[in-house]
Nanobody, 123 residues
Framework: VQLQAYGGGLVQAGGSLRLSCAAS????????MGWFRQAPGKEREFVAA????????YYADSVKGRFTISRDNAKNTVYLRMNSLKPEDTAVYYC?????????????????WGQGTQVTVSS
């Protein structure tokens, strides 16, 4: 599985961005996907996950109500819509695939990772 994340950029606090992650190499609709982020000097943290069909989602408390994960299996793409962005959302965002499960919730083992896209939120 190859993953390509894109869509990051610089946005003011309160603004919105939509990240995309294009997948290839394996039947996209057969596995769960997730988004993670890593801020400078911090460990990588979970952001959101989505089941194979898109019917199930799971979020970190810090983004619940502001971020929405979705997927389009016809386009082999998963999205992360980020609203009401805060400076603390600044990080490199990574998409990841858990090819051994179809559900959104934990436990999960992500075995493929994209290269990351930078999101910077200015105050």
């Amino acid at each position: 599985v190859q993953l390509q994340a894109y869509g990051g950029g610089l946005v003011q606090a309160g603004g919105s961005l939509r990240l995309s992650c294009a997948a290839s190499g394996r039947t996209f609709s057969s596995y769960a996907m997730g988004w993670f982020r890593q801020a400078p000097g911090k460990e990588r943290e979970f952001v959101a996950a989505i089941s194979w069909s898109g019917g199930g989602t799971y979020y970190a408390d810090s983004v619940k109500g502001r971020f929405t994960i979705s997927r389009d299996n016809a386009k082999n793409t998963v999205y992360l819509r980020m609203n009401s962005l805060k400076p603390e959302d600044t990080a490199v965002y990574y998409c990841a695939a858990d090819t051994s499960s179809w559900y959104a919730g934990p436990p999960k083992t992500y075995d493929y990772w994209g290269q990351g896209t930078q999101v910077t939120v200015s105050s």
